[in-house]
């Protein structure tokens, strides 16, 4: 009864030899939902023997290439291994013009269907549910139109609680954003920058640190998950000793680190 994250790249604009930008794949009873797709998530597949026939549906934060250049050597890997079934791809309106130029350029034999459902809901709004998960995406706070996505384990009978997981990048602070994300066991919000460049992270729309950190413990999540590291900080460790003066349980994601969510 598997409820597990892989992390496939936690950098945030610029890769780095030990770090991929954006990409995580959440494995529920042997079916993946991949969350985002930065260039390299291919070899973070191997790497970490995820499966590319196994991926039910594809959701995407924003159209910000550190989130989305891996996209396309996906889709034509899945057609190399004569994927048939449609795949859902969620993600902004403003993908629509990039799935098409894919498509039309390289994408003309691809084996299956590429269906783009449009995110544009302002509140949390379901938009997928299978017979493991229940999905619902809720805006961001971003230059660009750009959504968190909250996963709800379904279909476990009587057996345990539910087990919850919810995605939050890129995003600057915004008060409503703890309330979508309460009491989930564990939340992933991105904290591209410790509090010294507070001023940056207002610039760009993203979070400090301490940002992330105040919304898990708004939340009441049962664990913080921190990623999308700024390539300006050398000292790594300062990212998770920042979010633990605020909240205890924060965990900095590494590349390839994979997060088990025990039952309750
Ligand atoms: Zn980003
Ligand atoms: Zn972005």
């Not at 991949?34 to 191997?46: H, S």
Request: proline share 5%; aromatic share 12%; hydrophobic share 40%.
């Amino acid at each position: 009864m598997d409820f597990t994250l892989s992390i496939l790249g936690t950098a945030s604009a610029l890769p780095f030899s030990d770090r991929n930008p954006s990409a995580q794949a959440l494995s529920v009873r042997g079916r993946l939902y991949l969350i985002d797709c930065g260039e390299g998530t291919q070899q973070r597949f191997r790497q970490m023997h995820l499966s590319f026939v196994k991926v039910n549906a594809i959701f995407l934060s924003h159209m910000h290439g550190d989130h989305v250049f891996g996209l396309f050597g996906m889709l034509s890997t899945m057609s190399l291994y004569h994927r048939l079934e449609p795949l859902k791809v969620f993600a902004p309106a403003d993908f629509a013009p990039v799935l098409e130029f894919f498509l039309s350029s390289f994408g003309r034999d691809l084996s299956f269907e590429v269906e783009h459902v449009v995110l544009d809901m302002d509140e949390p709004r379901e938009i997928y549910s299978d017979k493991c998960v229940r999905v619902s995406a809720f805006p961001l706070n971003h230059k660009l139109p750009c959504f968190g996505f909250r996963f709800e384990e379904t279909g476990m009978g009587k057996k345990h609680e539910p087990r919850s997981y919810a995605y939050c990048s890129d995003t600057a602070p915004f008060p409503e954003l703890s309330g979508w994300v309460k009491g989930v066991d564990v939340l992933y919000h991105e904290a591209t920058y410790p509090v010294e460049y507070e001023a940056k992270a207002r610039q760009y729309f993203h979070s400090t640190t301490l940002d992330a950190a105040r919304c898990a413990a708004d939340a009441g999540a049962g664990k913080l998950l921190i990623g999308h590291y700024s390539s300006r900080v050398r000292d790594m460790e300062i990212f998770q000793s920042e979010c633990r003066t605020i909240f205890a349980e924060s965990y900095a994601a590494n590349d390839c680190d994979v997060i088990d969510f025990p039952v309750k």
